[in-house]
């Protein structure tokens, strides 16, 4: 059977390269498991469709539909004001400013893609004019927007917590560490690279100015800075299920885009709706058949075998957490983040138990590695993204990306691998 599990995955792989679309990738492994192995399509089906009535993935499109709301009715440029008055005049601010508010929007919509919708057409052209390479600003807001996939509530967490049988709450909280420390990270890389660039700074305001327009821009902010206080505080204060949270973050954006910031009308709305329906409907059909596939290679045992084939190699738990991160910063390259959870998660996790690992740390291991991966070729949907919005040559990215990704990223990535407290203090903190 492990012969059939690695062509059905070879098959995947193959597919993926020639650049068809991924759930007919998985639906093709899915097959060659179904007509050569012992699983049959009719009960996978069953079984697959009756997993995606579970009300935890009802979240999805919520969070989802969020995001998109906010990326058009003014939320996500109010935050952006409010956070520049404070720092944008210091050399190399802007740039905090787009990892620091592309954080906030992560932690109100769940999703790695919103941060550069959102941030990317109102703040590319702006750093271009205060001296920034457009491509680094573009580099830099697509890899802060991957924070989205880190800072609770997170997408890409509530499957893991799904697919694992992990408390999702718990999920939550093992990302928010390492995404606080990356965000840390890509400011002091910024503010580095940040004194070679030819910049230009407005002039200091008086202190009395200061303040002045900082209440201005903090009462503007206000309602838009409560709505992660209530998802969050909703959440982590036992209050809300995160599918109740998403439903609430969607039902409190509406007011808001209309009556305060009124950047949302009915028009925008419906296409709004429109959009978020054909990104959700794209990522459920994956969801449906990655799952099915990740299921019969837990039914036929694939997962047990694997650990005691890599057993065989080397049982040095350093050895193996390092490839273990190698394997899944491959994945996040060519799959995206909730397809490589779904996919891996299921046959990785009891390798890791049996390497002491819990499920919490590895969450986090998993988080990081997948959201990496979103930047990174060739997959690299939210740099494809980037690269669309900031109107640059994909190739122009890579330098920067590449940058930050070696001095942001990567050492988060061990960090989270050998030092557990790193994603297992706050879920403590919570009682997990």
Same mark, same amino acid.
């Given at each position: ?56 993935? #009802? /979240? ?5 539909? !969020? ?8 939320? !996500? /440029? ?28 992560? /932690?109100?919509?769940?999703?790695? #893609?919103?941060?550069?919708? *959102? ?19 573009? +580099? ?10 880190? @800072? ?21 909280? *093992? ?18 690279? +940040? ?16 303040? %002045? ?10 309602? +838009? ?20 949270? /998403? ?26 709706? %429109? ?9 459920? @059909? ?6 099915? #596939? ?22 040095? %738990? ?21 397809? !490589?959870?779904?996919?891996? *998660?299921?046959?990785?996790?009891? #390798? ?34 980037? +690269?669309?919005?900031?109107?640059? %040559? ?39």
């Amino acid at each position: 059977m492990v012969e059939i599990a690695i062509l059905a995955f070879g098959v995947l792989v193959l597919l993926l390269t020639l650049g068809v679309p991924l759930p007919f990738c998985f639906g093709a492994g899915l097959i060659v498991m179904t007509v050569i192995g012992e699983a049959t399509m009719r009960g996978m089906m069953l079984w697959g469709f009756s997993q995606l009535t579970n009300p935890v993935l #009802l /979240a999805i499109p919520l969070f989802v539909f !969020a995001g998109t709301i906010m990326s058009v009715s003014g939320i !996500a /440029a109010s935050l952006l004001q409010f956070v520049n008055v404070f720092i944008g005049r210091v050399r190399g601010g802007l740039g905090v400013v787009a990892s620091v508010s592309c954080a906030i929007i992560g /932690a109100i919509s769940g999703s790695g #893609l919103t941060g550069i919708a *959102a941030i990317g057409p109102l703040l590319i052209p702006e750093m271009e004019r205060k001296g920034y390479p457009r491509a680094y600003a573009t +580099a830099l807001i697509a890899n802060s927007s991957v924070l989205g996939l880190l @800072i609770p509530p997170s997408v890409t967490m509530i499957v893991y917590g799904w697919v694992t049988d992990t408390s999702i709450l718990a999920s939550f909280l *093992a990302t928010l560490g390492p995404g606080l420390l990356i965000m840390l990270n890509f400011c002091i890389v910024n503010l580095f690279m +940040a004194r070679k660039f030819p910049l230009v700074l407005d002039e200091p305001l008086e202190f009395s100015e200061l303040l %002045k327009q900082g209440g201005k821009k903090t009462i503007n902010a206000i309602p +838009a800075l409560l709505m992660p206080v209530i998802i969050l505080g909703g959440i982590y204060g036992g209050i809300m299920t995160p599918t109740e949270a /998403a439903a609430v973050a969607v039902i409190y954006a509406l007011p808001v885009g209309f009556m305060i910031y009124k950047g949302l009308t009915f028009k925008i709305l419906l296409e709004s709706g %429109k959009e978020s329906a054909s990104a959700i409907g794209a990522i459920l @059909i994956m969801v449906l058949f990655s799952l099915m #596939l990740s299921q019969i290679y837990v039914m036929e045992d694939i997962p047990q075998m694997m650990v005691d084939k890599i057993f065989e190699i080397t049982d040095d %738990k350093v050895l193996l957490l390092i490839l273990t991160n190698l394997f899944l910063f491959g994945i996040g390259m060519i799959v995206n983040d909730i397809t !490589a959870i779904i996919l891996t *998660a299921p046959l990785l996790l009891p #390798l890791m138990s049996a390497l002491g690992v819990s499920p919490i740390q590895f969450a986090a291991i998993m988080g990081v590695n997948t959201a990496m991966g979103g930047v990174t070729p060739p997959y690299a949907s939210i740099l494809y993204l980037g +690269a669309r919005i900031g109107k640059v %040559k994909f190739t122009e990215l890579i330098k920067p990306a590449m940058t930050l990704i070696l001095f942001g990223y990567i050492p988060v990535v061990v960090l989270v691998s050998v030092w557990p407290d790193l994603s297992e203090f706050i879920p403590r903190m919570f009682g997990y």
